[in-house]
């Protein structure tokens, strides 16, 4: 955010909608017999989340 390349917002609001996230996925993958396939899923979209917002900041 300091650098310019991803929009100013507001670090604690961030790190609440991200842990909120990432607990609730937890509680998703958890709750049913088939977690690992579940698991292997919320895997799968945090990788290609996390690669977008590389990919932003990498190149503005």
Not at 8 to 36: M, N
Request: glycine fraction near 10%; proline fraction near 2%; include cysteine.
């Amino acid at each position: 955010m300091d650098q310019g390349r991803i929009e100013r917002a507001d670090p604690h609001a961030l790190a609440c909608l991200i842990y909120g996230s990432l607990a609730e996925t937890a509680f998703w993958v958890a709750q049913k017999e088939d977690g690992d396939a579940r698991l292997a899923q919320a895997a799968g979209s945090l990788g290609f989340a996390a690669a977008r917002l590389v990919a932003q900041v990498l190149n503005g």
